[in-house]
């Protein structure tokens, strides 16, 4: 069974700076796709970045040029720089991970427990 566990959220002031890690365990860390999304009250949850097994990345575009997805197949652990953050990046962060597990099976998904970044002005 795959693992989630999330670290480094917090309170930042506007324009300062988090980074949040999530340490996989129970998988083949590195065949996954890993992401982040985040959530606020009564919203739903969004997408802020991903990066697949190869290293490809994605990014939401309010966090383009600001945050930075990386990954680390050795250590199991994916990691979200974020920088020049702002009020509207408050959110609970979720690390999310996509496990294939072949055609009879498919894709799995699971998700962290949350952090909670918030950006005070």
């Known amino acids: 069974q795959l693992h989630l566990v999330e670290s480094g959220g917090g309170t930042v002031q506007v324009g300062g700076s988090l980074r949040l890690s999530c340490a996989a365990s129970g998988t083949i860390f590195s065949r996954n796709l890993m992401g982040w999304y985040r959530q606020t009250p009564g919203q739903a949850r969004e997408l802020v970045a991903h990066?697949?097994?190869?290293?490809?990345?994605k990014y939401a575009d309010s966090v383009k040029g600001r945050f930075t997805i990386s990954r680390d197949d050795a250590k199991s652990t994916v990691t979200l720089q974020m920088n020049s953050l702002k009020p509207e990046d408050t959110a609970v962060y979720y690390c999310?991970?996509?496990?294939?597990?072949?055609?009879?099976?498919?894709?799995?998904?699971?998700w962290g427990q949350g952090t909670q970044v918030t950006v005070s002005s």
């Open positions: 999310y991970a996509n496990e294939p597990m072949g055609p009879r099976i498919g894709n799995l998904e699971y």
């Open positions: 990066i697949t097994d190869s290293g490809n990345t």
